[in-house]
């Protein structure tokens, strides 16, 4: 979307706390958009739902994340909170960084793959 001076454009279900109130946004913005992402794989839903995009705006300046389901393995639920964190400086720095803290098994082939994930109904 465009940006003008003193405007926030985006989509409001995926926008970051500091690209809500129109702030400085980096890597870590994104990295937020990709933890919502996941938090909606894993439960079927976003976080925050509304029909209103500034209560939409409101709750992720301010709203708690809704915890996870008990059957997401709790490294996985780690990587998507801190992905999640209301403040930049406490996300991950960079795309790598949450891709190597990402949980791995192992497949017979000795290969690494990702954890499958819990089936959301």
């Given at each position: ?34 933890g919502l992402i996941f938090y909606e794989l894993l439960c ?9 995009s500034a209560q939409l705006l409101r709750m992720q300046i ?60």
């Amino acid at each position: 979307k465009l940006t003008r001076a003193g405007i926030v454009f985006g989509t409001p279900r995926y926008m970051s706390p500091e690209q809500a109130v129109g702030g400085k946004i980096d890597e870590r913005t994104d990295l937020y958009a990709v933890g919502l992402i996941f938090y909606e794989l894993l439960c079927g839903r976003p976080p925050f739902v509304s029909d209103e995009s500034a209560q939409l705006l409101r709750m992720q300046i301010m709203a708690p994340v809704p915890p996870l389901p008990k059957d997401v393995p709790p490294p996985l639920a780690a990587v998507v909170e801190r992905l999640l964190a209301k403040s930049k400086m406490d996300r991950y720095e960079s795309a790598r960084e949450a891709i190597a803290a990402s949980p791995k098994r192992s497949s017979r082939r000795g290969l690494s793959r990702a954890t499958r994930l819990p089936c959301c109904r």
